[in-house]
């Protein structure tokens, strides 16, 4: 049990999970690309002793591996999984009160607890510009917080109680932002703290904010839990790390008193400033848009305080391990959210927010003459209106028959549907609806489309596992190259517009038509290069579903429409790169070069097996 980060990055240097680099770093650009080399390694934890420009140090890696994750909470994992069990099936505690009194005594323990408003002694006020200011990719607009604990209080019911601690990047310098005195938040209305803001401002007031970094691990992994109602983020950050949340208020702000910085400031009724671009986990960048502007009150470090931070890019990166904590934290939470549901997963290699693939039941085929999606596509609806499921674009369902399923094999899964799905019935599009901020496939901020391709019952067909003769010289849709059995990536000319795209690839699929029926090639994906697309399932998964919008980027060989249902022969999916995607993340070539210097003989990454 860690009483603050600097316990927790003793305990794993002693047990051969960290390393320390001596050499100075520069925080832009270098220190980014060193965490990026050695987490892809599967390598140790970092701590960087001597940042450029910052007399702080600053760690990262922390949660590169899961096994260093469970390591990090191996003493407190098992009360905080029990509890987080309890609050999802709270029926077991009635049936077996005994069993569980020990459960609920650690959640009673772990409640947070109010110290003297008065300033920690271990604290010295300090500015922005003292900080390690992380600069990770290219064109990032400046330096960006990427662990942070962005702590505010309901304004109708003030208190740490009814607080929310999320995560939401904060911007620390550039664009129009002044130093030391303005950063920015990028956070959307529908969450718990805009939620906040908007009460504040419908009271006129200024959202009083503070910004938690470091401290715990258990507080960082908190401010992304998607815990259950009545479970609040600093009593799990106590139940995780064995020690209560210790806080204080200094100037009407909630200080954390473990943490080893604290940002305090105020958002104020309508005033934004743009922000970013940011190197985002879609594996591009996230433009520049206008978000809440924070007014810096203090700012504040512990004495040896240690800045943590990650690097978001194109999955897997640090935060796959955050999401498969939280799995494993949460367990069951959906299936008992969703009655019917066996699985969701938010598939990693798609950037989590396009791709669901989703095992449900289907109790209603015994009453059907022919067995088809009946029960499945009501769940699908359920999925696609749950919390962060929402984001979704695309939906793979189907029911688990004769043979048990397992939706993180991806390649397995994606066959089994595609042997089953008949698609002149099984596609279901939602339109003019809602995805990802970070998504730019869409047709605005926010704005996109949904597509549930749902499949159950026998057999329909056999999927090629070569390129089937339909696809050879086809003109402009060259190099045809088989992903996965089911389906094929073809290479067409660059896109220009959607008028001009809707031509050719109608054009296109009437070609195919022509050559003959191809029932066992069900998906046909035109790409900018399909040679890297189809190089690796990973590459097939990030490409297609980051890179297109159902109702725009659909098309069908034999496409008609039947009482509103459209309907196809093979389905084609448009993933070239259209002008209003957001380019993707490229790493500066001169500073990979520079940072090979660490790994040489003799310097302090020199041991590592990369």
Known sequence: M?????????DLEKHGHLVR??????????MAAIHLKVYEAGGPALLFENVKGSTFRAVSNLFGTMERSKFIFRKTW???ESVVALRNDPVKALKHPLRHVRTGLAAVKALPLKKSSALPVAFQEITVSELPLIQHWPDDGGAFVTLPQVYSEDPDKPGIMNANLGMYRVQLNGNDYELNEEIGLHYQIHRGIGVHQEKATRKGEPLKVSIFI????????????PLPEGLSEMTFAGLLSGRRFRYSYIDGFCISNDADFVITGEIYPGETKPEGPFGDHLGYYSLTHDFPLMKIHKVYARQNAIWPFTVVGRPPQEDTSFGALIHELTGDAVRQEIPGVKEVHAVDAAGVHPLLFAIGSERYTPYQQVKQPAEILTIANRILGTGQLSLAKYLFITAEEKEPLDTHKEKQFLTYILERIDLHRDIHFQTNTTIDTL?????GLNT??????????????????EVPGQLKELGDFRNPRLVMPGIVAVQGPAFSTYSQADKELRDFG?????????PSCPMIIVCD????????????????FTRSNPSHDIYGVNSFYENKHWSCDNVILDVRSKPHHAPPLIADPDVEKKIQQLFSKGASLAGLKM
Request: net charge negative; hydrophobic share 40%.
């Open 2 to 10: 860690y009483h603050n980060l600097e316990q927790c990055i003793v």
């Open 78 to 80: 098992e009360a905080a």
């Open 21 to 30: 680099v001596h050499e100075e770093v520069d925080p832009h650009l270098e």
């Open 448 to 465: 996109g489309s949904k597509v549930i391709f749902a499949a159950c019952g026998e057999k329909k067909r056999e999927l090629c596992t």
């Open 439 to 443: 998504d730019y496939s869409g047709t």
């Open 214 to 225: 470091g401290g715990p691990p258990a507080h960082t992994l908190a401010a992304v839990m």
């Open 510 to 518: 009437a070609a195919i038509q022509r050559k003959g029926a191809m």
């Open 529 to 544: 290069d399909s040679e890297f697309l189809s190089r690796s399932i990973n590459n097939f998964l990030w490409v297609t």
